[in-house]
């Protein structure tokens, strides 16, 4: 069966430090993933999206980039973090475009001090 | 751009009556898909139940059913029998066939069952 890893599950950053967010998919191969970011009391945001190894989409221009270094990991990083960048943060995957629905990981809560 | 709507921040319901979750969504697509998701505190998305615009028949799933009007562009949530594990927030989503495949979220709503 198919599992998704996301790690670490909590984490707080001060301002001006680097991320690195990781997630895994198990059990399938070639899956689209996703980064999501929910603010306290709002819906999900995407961030960004990818349908291959190295190919990545951006919805939303930001001090946050994403890479899918192996088919099944994903991973979203940024230089230096902001306050604003607080949040909790989802990864999720689709098994290929014609499956309809996305499962998620576990989420990280991201906390920049 | 599709945009998705729940017009209600919080509901309430007792224990084993029935609540509506409301949720209108905008797309000029003709060929989408819906979903309702849940998120309990454990902060985890859970799917609950999909629907595919092209199909007439409402989609059901044990207690959960929607009533899917696709001319208003309206899917709602019907939990039946509420249970206390129900309370959580759930999230309307909308996802254009092919495509890109993103999901489009609403703000979410959170659902509070009282014993």
């Known amino acids: 069966s198919q599992t998704i890893h996301q790690w670490p599950a909590t984490l707080v950053q001060p301002v001006g430090s680097p991320l690195s967010l990781e997630c895994t998919v198990e059990?399938?191969?070639?899956?689209?993933l996703y980064w999501y970011r929910q603010a306290a009391g709002r819906g999900l945001q995407l961030l960004f999206y990818s349908v291959g190894i190295g190919q990545i989409s951006s919805e939303v221009p930001q001090n946050l980039s994403a890479s899918r270094p192996q088919d099944r990991q994903f991973i979203l990083s940024s230089k230096k973090l902001l306050l604003s960048d607080s949040g909790f943060y989802l990864c999720a995957w689709s098994p290929d475009p014609r499956h309809t629905e996305a499962f998620f990981g576990q989420g990280t809560r991201l906390t920049v001090v | 751009a599709q945009t998705v709507t729940q017009s209600q921040p919080e509901m309430s319901v007792q224990e084993a009556e029935t609540v509506t979750l409301s949720c209108t969504y905008d797309t000029s697509e003709s060929d989408y898909y819906l979903f309702w998701y849940k998120q309990p505190p454990s902060r985890q998305m859970i799917l609950v139940i999909r629907?595919?615009?092209?199909?007439?028949q409402n989609a059901t799933e044990n207690r959960f059913s929607v009533n899917f009007q696709k001319a208003a562009k309206s899917f709602s949530l019907k939990i039946s029998d509420s249970q206390l594990g129900d309370a959580a927030m759930y999230f309307c989503?909308?996802?254009?066939?092919?495509?890109?495949?993103?999901?489009?979220f609403g703000k979410g709503m959170k659902l509070t069952v009282n014993p």
């Open positions: 059990g399938t191969s070639n899956p689209n």
């Open positions: 629907q595919e615009a092209y199909k007439q």
């Open positions: 989503a909308y996802r254009r066939r092919g495509g890109s495949e993103k999901l489009v």
